[in-house]
């Protein structure tokens, strides 16, 4: 079992940046593939972001390619969010999540194909 910790989400004017930290414990990340989900108020989960075992691929949403990259470190135990050029319709609560399929990260965009999740982190855009 693993267990995920989610820092670095804030408030930032919009066109600024963040980036969110998820910290693992208990099993090694490296055993996982990685995703970032949000949920906006009144909405579902959406995914976000995916990385592969050992990072050599990625896969994003319409919403961020261009302005989000998803990234780890496994010998830290870390995946990262690096979030560019934000937009009010960012703001959302982001969870990290791990999974221990063996699908290819084109078809792991459900929130059902992940195992493990973290606790959320606020990430609030103004305008």
């Known amino acids: 079992q693993v267990q995920l910790v989610e820092s670095g989400g804030g408030l930032v004017q919009a066109g600024g940046s963040l980036r969110l930290s998820c910290a693992a414990s208990?099993?090694?990340?490296?055993?996982?593939?990685m995703g970032w989900f949000r949920q906006a108020p009144g909405k579902e989960r959406e995914f976000v972001a995916s990385?592969?075992?050992?990072?050599?691929?990625?896969y994003y949403a319409d919403s961020g390619k261009g302005r989000f990259t998803i990234s780890r470190d496994n010998a830290e135990n870390t995946v990262y969010l690096q979030m560019n050029s934000l937009k009010p319709e960012d703001t959302a609560v982001y969870y990290c999540?791990?999974?221990?399929?063996?699908?290819?990260?084109?078809?792991?965009?459900?929130?059902?194909?992940?195992?493990?999740w973290g606790q959320g982190a606020q990430v609030t855009v103004s305008s």
């Open positions: 999540a791990a999974s221990s399929s063996l699908a290819v990260l084109a078809v792991m965009t459900t929130a059902g194909g992940y195992d493990y």
């Open positions: 208990g099993r090694t990340l490296s055993s996982y593939n």
């Open positions: 990385i592969s075992r050992s990072g050599g691929s990625r």
